[in-house]
């Protein structure tokens, strides 16, 4: 099965801005919208968003999220150290009837 | 609060059998869909079966057809998977999910080894 395109690392200074991209085509990422998912070493993941920009509570509003076509992105504003992980995202794909995810993001808060 | 809890990994060998399950709280279990995700060693995610919240359909990765399967038991609020013919690359981390990703356990880990 097909994955999801994600660039495999980014780098920012602390207190700035990142964003994580995830493309994928019309039958997953614009079909019904990305996951994204942050996962500390040693620990299983978390949601951070889905159906594109669907907040969990609890999720700090320095995150966000959104979609154009089919490609989706993760922003997170005022990098702390705490936002150093892997990030993910997934969808859903109406043809192959199944989760497809990107190879994740390691983001490093320098 | 919703709490996932796996359990039933553990070492194997090539060509062996394991029966994962995964008991769900504070969540309507029936009806939701659920998914298996696994993580192997230093990798990343891959989703590996999913069920519709009737169980009348399962979803599997085309590497795990034909030798795992999913189930569930809504009256125990639990899921489970059956996994047959075990590969030394089906050594990971197993996640129970539940619908959109929303919900977490802390995994059970697979070994498949000799």
């Known amino acids: 099965q097909a994955g999801l395109t994600q660039p495999p690392s980014v780098s920012k200074d602390l207190r700035q801005t990142a964003t994580l991209t995830c493309t994928g085509n019309s039958n997953n990422v614009g079909y019904q919208g990305a996951v994204w998912l942050q996962q500390h070493p040693g620990h299983p993941p978390k949601l951070l968003f889905y159906r594109d920009t669907n907040r969990p509570s609890g999720i700090s509003e320095r995150l966000s999220a959104s979609r154009s076509g089919n490609t989706a992105s993760l922003t997170i504003t005022g990098l702390q150290p705490e936002d150093e992980a892997d990030y993910y995202c997934s969808a859903w794909d109406a043809i192959l009837r199944a989760w497809v995810f990107g190879g994740g993001t390691r983001l490093t808060v320098l | 609060e919703v709490q996932v809890v796996e359990s039933g990994g553990g070492l194997v060998q090539p060509g062996g059998s394991l029966r994962l399950s995964c008991k769900v709280s504070g969540f309507t279990f029936s009806n939701a869909w659920m998914s298996w995700v696994r993580q192997a060693p230093g990798k990343g995610l891959e989703w590996v079966a999913t069920i519709k919240g009737d169980g009348s359909e399962t979803y599997y990765v085309d590497s795990v057809k034909g030798r795992f399967t999913i189930s569930r038991d809504d009256a125990k609020n639990s899921l489970y998977l059956q996994m047959n013919s075990l590969r030394a690359e089906d050594t990971a981390m197993y996640y129970c999910?539940?619908?959109?990703?929303?919900?977490w356990g802390q995994g059970t880990l697979v070994a498949v080894s000799s």
């Open positions: 999910v539940t619908e959109t990703m929303t919900n």
